[in-house]
């Protein structure tokens, strides 16, 4: 079966603005996780459809603005991470925690604002939505209810698994040369674990669960079904067999999903693990181009229950394991990239990509079939 993309959804400039408008600056992208801006002025930055976004902790309400000082238009925070008041580092303007601007350094002389010009000034506010330990922003000026994004029953277990979270986390970024949509087709895609990571997925996940159960599809349909966005954010629960018994699982929350490697997908751009009831690991692939990803990923134990120094070293430990796993799938795709460009060749499908067709409709449906 043709893929519903054209090569072009991958390399084009024109589609890569389209997709910002109408796919990353319309839904719900995961920003943060509750760790990340676990306490008061605690903030990240990140850049989300191409506008430089802040996500910050305010006595625990958690708002987003737009990273752009209403002065000349610098950064208030330069860096991704940090704790420090709205104070932008260019002329010191300061804004409040509703994002109005507080004062500045001498405006009785340099700017002789009064009250009513100073009360004007304010940040670009975004919706946020708060889910478990995941923190979302809507830069939509009318954002869709979450509940369109993503079906009740997900949320609530998304709720329930990541309301879990520990305070400490460990978190890397670095950019891949592919379109982000290759990234999520990739983990969309659970054949590829038997093949491409044969000899590095640990032995004890059974990785072909489910596999034989992949649905009859009609190769000759002319059109693929219609599809909710709802049904392309799923989860996905891979058996370990033997679980491996670590030490330190006895030292934190266990979830109920301790005997699954679950996968959580969320459209568009978000794979959630949680790996048997005792940790998360978070893959955002967030697009800067239209051949150019920014990959990030972030591991948490589930809250501690005792005392537990070590802790550094087994997120030390369980981000290296990831990223070894990550590392095949990074370059295969990088390699992948350049012929969407240069060959004539089509992209086929077949039964058991049938989650990454939904993906593919949904996306058509949201880019007004572009
Ligand atoms: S640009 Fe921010 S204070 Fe001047
Ligand atoms: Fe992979």
Not at 54 to 74: D, E, K, T
Not at 99 to 122: S, Y
Not at 297 to 317: D, G, I
């Amino acid at each position: 079966m043709r893929s519903l993309l054209s090569r072009q959804h991958y390399f084009s400039p024109e589609l890569f603005a389209t997709e910002r408008e109408r796919v990353f600056k319309r839904l719900w992208i995961l920003a943060a996780i509750r760790p990340m801006v676990a306490r008061h002025l605690d903030f990240r930055t990140l850049d989300i459809g191409g506008v430089p976004v802040i996500v910050q902790n305010f006595r625990g309400r958690i708002r987003a603005f737009a990273n752009i000082c209403q002065h000349r238009l610098s950064r208030i925070h330069r860096t991704e991470f940090g704790n420090r008041a709205l104070v932008c580092p260019y002329h010191h303007w300061t804004y409040n925690e509703t994002g109005a601007l507080a004062g500045m350094p001498k405006n009785a002389t340099m700017f002789q604002f009064d009250a009513a010009q100073m009360a004007q000034v304010r940040l670009k506010e975004f919706a946020v939505e708060t889910v478990g330990g995941l923190v979302f922003v809507n830069l939509d000026e009318k954002p869709l209810p979450i509940a369109a994004q993503f079906d009740a029953d997900l949320l609530a277990l998304l709720a329930s698994a990541t309301g879990h979270m520990d305070d400490e986390y460990i978190h890397t970024r670095y950019p891949a040369r592919f379109n982000w949509k290759t990234g999520m087709e990739n983990i969309k895609d659970p054949l590829h674990v038997q093949c491409l990571h044969r000899d590095s997925f640990p032995d004890y996940f059974d990785t072909g669960a489910g596999l034989e159960q992949i649905p009859a599809v009609d190769h000759a349909a002319s059109a693929w079904r219609a599809v909710d966005l709802k049904q392309t954010s799923n989860k996905w629960d891979v058996p370990i067999e033997t679980p491996q018994a670590h030490e330190w699982y006895d030292l934190v929350e266990n979830l109920d999903s301790k005997a699954f490697y679950r996968g959580i997908h969320l459209f568009p751009n978000v794979n959630l693990m949680v790996v048997a009831g005792t940790s998360f690991a978070v893959q955002v692939y967030n697009p800067i181009g239209p051949e150019e990803t920014e990959m990030h990923m972030s591991v948490v134990l589930t809250r501690p229950l005792k005392p537990f120094p070590y802790k550094p070293v087994v997120l030390w430990e369980h981000l290296k394991s990831d990223m070894k796993v990550l590392q095949e799938d990074i370059d295969c795709l990088e390699a992948l990239q350049p012929n969407f460009a240069a060959a004539r060749s089509e992209v086929t499908h077949g039964a058991y990509e049938a989650g990454i067709m939904d993906f593919h409709a949904a996306y058509l449906d949201l880019m007004g079939r572009a």
